[in-house]
Antibody
Framework: EVQLVESGGGLVQPGGSLRLSCAASGFTFSSYEMNWVRQAPGKGLEWVSYISSSGSTIYYADSVKGRFTISRDNAKNSLYLQMNSLRAEDTAVYYC?????????????????WGKGTTVTVSS | SSELTQDPAVSVALGQTVRITCQGDSLRSYYASWYQQKPGQAPVLVIYGKNNRPSGIPDRFSGSSSGNTASLTITGAQAEDEADYYCNSRDSSGNHNVVFGGGTKLTVL
């Protein structure tokens, strides 16, 4: 079964740090690009970061650039998100999601596998 | 533009057809993908590409696209279709960012 399982969430004070992990199973992790997506309480989905299959290409949303670092260990089938200088507005459920794209008259892009999420609360 | 716009809420009578729309400049270059999210659960992909359904998604879900507008249509809505629906694409400005619509709350009456 194709599966993503996030861990590492918790309560942290403003300015603190947290490292999220996402364990992949049931597919060849090293062949896929991956993302982190978050959802603040009662709000919509917000893309956070992307990493290519090799880890050589990385992108961030402006809201986290300079504070968050995405990485992966293909030998361990794992994706990570190091979050530093955390703010109250980073409070959210964080999901890892598998990235897919292609072309068929137009480009297409989607995330086909999602984990159940891990909750990060930034509060004093 | 890096925005996708959705109506905040839509309702449909049980068994009727409903269309949920998503507008944005990126949709002139990208098909939208659509996700269903029920309370307390992770998003689930329901439509991707021109009009493709992942395995296990009922065929009452379909997608279409015209100009800068994408639509998700549910033909014969069921009670279990009540959920939030999000559209998604890549930003077409070339920065590789990903964009989501603000979501549409679907109520099945």
């Amino acid at each position: 079964e194709v599966q993503l399982v996030e861990s590492g969430g918790g309560l942290v004070q403003p300015g603190g740090s947290l490292r999220l992990s996402c364990a992949a199973s049931g597919f060849t992790f090293s062949s896929y690009e991956m993302n982190w997506v978050r959802q603040a309480p009662g709000k919509g989905l917000e893309w956070v970061s992307y990493i290519s299959s090799s880890g050589s290409t990385i992108y961030y949303a402006d809201s986290v650039k300079g504070r968050f670092t995405i990485s992966r260990d293909n030998a361990k089938n794992s994706l990570y998100l190091q979050m530093n200088s955390l703010r109250a507005e980073d409070t959210a459920v964080y999901y890892c999601a598998r990235d897919r794209d292609g072309y068929d008259q137009l480009y297409y892009y989607y995330m086909d596998v999602w984990g159940k999420g891990t909750t990060v609360t930034v509060s004093s | 533009s890096s925005e996708l716009t959705q109506d905040p809420a839509v309702s449909v009578a049980l068994g009727q057809t409903v269309r949920i729309t998503c507008q944005g400049d990126s949709l002139r270059s990208y098909y939208a993908s659509w996700y269903q999210q029920k309370p307390g659960q992770a998003p689930v992909l329901v439509i991707y590409g021109k009009n493709n359904r992942p395995s296990g998604i009922p065929d009452r879900f379909s997608g279409s696209s015209s100009g800068n507008t994408a639509s998700l249509t549910i033909t014969g809505a069921q009670a279990e279709d009540e959920a939030d629906y999000y559209c998604n694409s890549r930003d077409s400005s070339g920065n590789h960012n990903v964009v989501f619509g603000g979501g549409t709350k679907l109520t099945v009456l």
